[in-house]
């Protein structure tokens, strides 16, 4: 039993329990330990394995460029690329080397024929106290850039709804529905029939972080590979623009704080508090919003778009775990240690709603949160957590493929769906892991995890449909076709194997699963995924 929310057992104003206290004594001394760290402020920036102290240094820039350059020669642009991000973190902003790394950064671009970057990098040079006399050098990469952006506008994608908004939630189509259900939370369930290939869910994320440190993102929006700008006063984040930039109300007020270094779980959730913190206009605010929550009482106050969004991620189901003290200690103390943070929460009633909030959003966040994958390199470099996207229900075989680009998940349908269907996602996909076990260890494995009981055809199989192959669909050209080519596949053969997928999942669209409609149901994915490479720029609406 969790003691989550529970109050002390005393008469007049009860404190919230105090979770650190009465533990086992091995607690005592991993606290102990985590206390002298916090003090010490163990946490450098490390990057590819280096650490370097995490202050503004021309020195540490200095060097980080000469390795940069020399990844250059050896015509390794990508490490380049990331090896002048880090230069420009640790440099002055009033150095005049600062325009000299942009310019090279540019060029790295321009190798990796990212040409809008490129372009827009040699305009951050010239900006940034550039050298007079070097000025045509810019003019000529801004020349070159703009030729070869000419030739390749048409490789700009677009992510947007397939189908118009709901007016509730405006991230998602208005062809789905959300319903409360009282055994298992939510349900998503369609309220009309819906092609295969249509974007559903569009939504950004409440709160996402990197957990790598070798590639740098966006710390707003989580983009990789592009033309970041430093922190003016800190070493830990960039931003890829200047709106990023002014949008971050979390770094504001969290400038050179030492969370941005630590490990990514202490982070991700330290992360969601100063979220909660900048979304309510004061702490009383908070405490009054969650206080009626926990007592399921209706929130008498005026809510504005960011206060509803955390009111769904407030309600979000928990794991049914013990709660993770360990993680709960590290968030709790490193919170306090800052100054803004211990001025807000100053009082004794204060301090113990805190640490309850630390645990509560602890317990959303592990249950609910997944990670985004850098195509390229395939780490996973991002942590997000996107709340109307944790509505859907699990399936291991979902009617829905799901991505993330930068803090955005996507939801798109991978088969025709009918009206009243429910609508699924793959907690666990397959590479991370989840086909790997077998149907009862999955079945634990998803039940602890992510506090589900899977229903699915794969977890309740009807052996015969497991085992024996459909003759029908064996024999359907459609299915011979993406068989005899799937080895075969290149960016070339990738919109006709799509087609002949989507010829035979209209011919079967109410049979039911497969061996063979799984296989064509995952070709169809990978299809889709290809249409979306790493390189090129991708733009939202
Ligand atoms: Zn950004
Ligand atoms: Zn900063
Ligand atoms: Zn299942």
Not at 56 to 69: D, G, R
Not at 163 to 169: C, L, P, T
């Amino acid at each position: 039993m969790s003691n989550l929310w529970t109050k002390e057992h005393r008469k007049g104003f009860p404190l919230y329990v105090d979770l650190f206290e009465d533990l086992p004594l091995i607690y005592e001394k991993e606290f102990t330990k985590w206390n002298k760290q916090l003090d010490e402020s163990q946490w450098k920036h490390v990057f590819l394995g280096n650490e370097y102290e995490p202050v503004k240094s021309n020195e540490t820039a200095h060097q980080l460029n000469v390795i940069a350059i020399e990844s250059f020669q050896f015509k390794d642009f990508r490490k380049s690329y990331e090896l002048f991000n880090q230069a420009l973190r640790f440099i002055d902003k009033k150095s005049p080397q600062m325009g000299v790394i942009f310019l090279k950064r540019a060029q790295c671009f321009f190798n990796m024929n990212m040409y809008e970057q490129c372009s827009a990098d040699a305009y951050l040079a010239r900006e940034s106290n550039f050298p007079n006399n070097f000025l045509s050098d810019l003019d000529e990469y801004h020349n070159n850039c703009f030729e070869f952006i000419k030739q390749n506008e048409r490789k700009a994608q677009t992510i947007k709804l397939s189908i118009d908004a709901d007016k509730e939630y405006p991230c998602m189509a208005n062809v789905v529905k959300i319903i409360k259900n009282d055994i298992h939370g939510m349900e998503v369930v369609a309220t009309s029939d819906i092609d295969i290939g249509q974007t559903i869910l569009v939504e950004e994320a409440f709160t996402s972080i990197s957990n790598s440190f070798d590639t740098t993102t966006c710390f707003t929006c989580q983009k990789t590979c592009a033309n970041f700008i430093p922190c003016e006063r800190c070493v830990d984040v960039m931003f890829c623009s200047i709106e990023c930039m002014g949008g971050s109300e979390i770094h504001k007020i969290s400038c050179g704080e030492v969370y941005h270094r630590m490990p990514s779980y202490t982070k991700f959730v330290l992360q969601s508090i100063l979220k909660a913190v900048v979304t309510f206009p004061s702490i009383d605010l908070l405490i009054k919003f969650v206080k009626a929550k926990i007592l399921m009482q209706t929130v008498d106050m005026v809510m504005d778009a960011k206060m509803k969004n955390y009111e769904l991620f407030f309600e979000l189901t928990t794991s049914n775990q013990e709660l993770p003290i360990l993680l709960i200690h590290q968030v709790y103390t490193t919170l306090m240690k800052m100054t803004l943070i211990a001025d807000l929460f100053s009082t004794k009633t204060k301090q113990r709603f805190l640490m309850h909030l630390v645990a509560h959003h602890a317990q959303v966040l592990l249950c609910n949160s997944y990670g985004g994958f850098e195509k390229e390199q395939n780490q996973q470099i991002t942590a997000t957590m996107t709340n109307v996207a944790s509505f859907f229900e699990h399936s291991c075989t979902p009617n829905l493929m799901q991505f993330s680009i930068g803090n955005r998940t996507v939801l798109i349908t991978n088969q025709f769906i009918k009206a009243g269907d429910h609508l699924y996602i793959d907690y666990w996909p397959e590479d991370e892991g989840g086909n790997n076990e077998s149907t009862e260890s999955r079945a634990i494995l998803l039940q602890k995890n992510f506090n589900v009981s899977c229903k699915c055809r794969k977890c309740n199989p009807n052996k015969k449909a497991l085992i024996i192959a459909d003759p029908y669909m064996v024999s359907h050209p459609a299915y011979r076709w993406v068989l005899d080519y799937k080895k075969h596949m290149g960016s070339d053969t990738s919109a006709l194997m799509k087609q002949q997928c989507i010829n035979f999942l209209k011919e079967y669209k109410h049979a039911s699963w497969s061996k063979e409609k799984d296989y064509i149901i995952k070709t169809y994915t990978e299809c889709v995924l290809n249409e979306f490479d790493g390189t090129n720029p991708i733009h939202f609406k």
